[in-house]
């Protein structure tokens, strides 16, 4: 696998999920690993990023409320989203930066109640 993106659902608002990307080794190690979100009819968004070392960046959006993370014995990212709220709803995929062309399978989140 390139890249597959996990764990979304359906939630109500103010709930949560964690999102889990795998991806492989060769993208993955020592790369930077973002997430990105697609709402209905808008263009993709960047959501959160996290260096190697772990350092981090989010989107004002979701600032306070996501947390990225990643394990590099896994070749995994995650993405935890807590507080949802309905314009959180989206397909998130993850990719690494520079962005490979392709998206791989992303994960639809639905906040709705």
Known sequence: VQLQAS???LVQPGGSLRLSCAASGSIF??????????????????IAAITSGGSTNYADSVKG???????????????QMNSLKPEDT????CNKLPKLPSWGQGTLVTVSS
């Open 7 to 9: 764990g979304g659902g």
């Open 65 to 79: 409320r996501f947390t990225i993370s990643r394990d590099n014995a896994k070749n995994r990212v995650y993405l």
């Open 90 to 93: 989206g397909v998130y995929y």
């Open 29 to 46: 190690s020592g790369n930077t690993m973002v997430w990105y979100r697609q709402a209905p009819g808008k263009q993709r968004e960047f």
